[in-house]
């Protein structure tokens, strides 16, 4: 007899068994994580639940805000404002009767009113309900600037505007300065009109305003010429220019005690800063003899 060979038997039974035992074994690990992460899912869909609350409620308060007539402007305060009127800055803000504060855009409102020529900074702040306040800090001239035509001129030497008429003013003019040359170095030009203003600053300071008040600040390229409101011309050297201005009140002082007038008052001596020269009025030029050219004390020319 021949042979008879087996084959192995196949378990399909067995391989049943375990794919069903994989299968309930991924569904309970799935079920175990999502009791682990419902109550963070629970307070997540809690925490979009309130977001959308308040996304409508901040909506329907937005709104309300925008029409309510409890912020409607009543009571609009200008602080700082004199060369510039409230009924000016209410014009150039758009800021008319029946506004809502909260449609107000602040920023833009000082942007606006920044563009008058006589404001320099300003600040505008709601005050709820009702209430709109603008603090103005205004351009104090402190020269005016010839330069084709007359600008007023602030303590930081910026020609902020043209002089037109009406604007009350009695300063100083600073001459010497070309327009083409500002427009091209606004920096370097506004420096040297500070230079302008700092010797002004200096004359008045040294008590000589009384004896002379100034008309004009002439700057030129190696110094600076005073001329008063009676005409005398003081020529000053660059740099500091406190010491020539005590001796200026020397010079004037003796001329004085002379009874002598004085045309031109150089102490621009570069060879010998202390050297004063003297061009004598013509109209007491002939009742003196020549004055000694020595330091601190003036000379005839």
């Known amino acids: ?24 074994q991924r569904r309970a690990e799935t079920s175990a994580r999502m009791r682990t992460l419902a109550p963070t899912l629970l307070k997540l869909a809690g925490y979009l639940v309130l977001a959308a609350a308040a996304v409508w409620g901040l909506t329907r308060a937005r709104n309300w805000a925008l029409t309510s007539p409890t912020f409607t402007l009543q009571k609009l305060t200008v602080e700082g404002a004199s060369r510039v009127s409230p009924g000016e800055l209410a014009r150039l803000g758009g800021i008319t009767p029946g506004l809502n504060l909260f449609a107000l855009d602040v920023d833009a409102l000082e942007r606006a009113l920044a563009t008058h020529p006589w404001v320099r900074r300003v600040v505008a702040t709601r005050h ?67 230079e302008a203003l700092a010797v002004m600053d200096a004359y008045a300071d040294a008590g000589l305003a009384k004896a002379g008040r100034l008309s004009e600040v002439r700057l030129e390229a190696d110094g600076t010429v005073l001329v008063t409101g009676a005409g005398q011309e003081v020529r000053l050297p660059q740099g500091n220019v406190t010491p020539h201005l005590h001796r200026l009140a020397l010079v004037r002082a003796e001329l004085a005690r002379r009874r002598m007038g004085a045309e031109v008052i150089h102490l621009d001596n570069r060879a010998r800063p202390g050297w004063v020269a003297v061009k004598v009025s013509a109209s007491a030029s002939g009742r003196s003899g020549a004055l000694a050219q020595h330091e601190s004390a003036p000379s005839r020319e």
């Open 1 to 24: 007899m021949g042979c008879v060979h087996h084959a192995p038997a196949l378990s399909f039974g067995a391989t049943r068994n375990r794919r069903w035992v994989d299968v309930t």
């Open 128 to 194: 709820l309900p009702s209430g709109l306040a603008i603090h103005v800090d205004e351009h104090e001239p402190a020269a005016l600037l010839a330069m084709g035509d007359l600008y007023l001129l602030n303590a930081e030497g910026t020609p902020f505007k043209r002089l037109q008429r009406g604007d009350a003013v009695d300063l100083p003019l600073v001459t010497g300065v070309e327009r083409d040359a500002y427009v091209a170095d606004p920096e370097a030009t506004s420096a040297r009109l500070r």
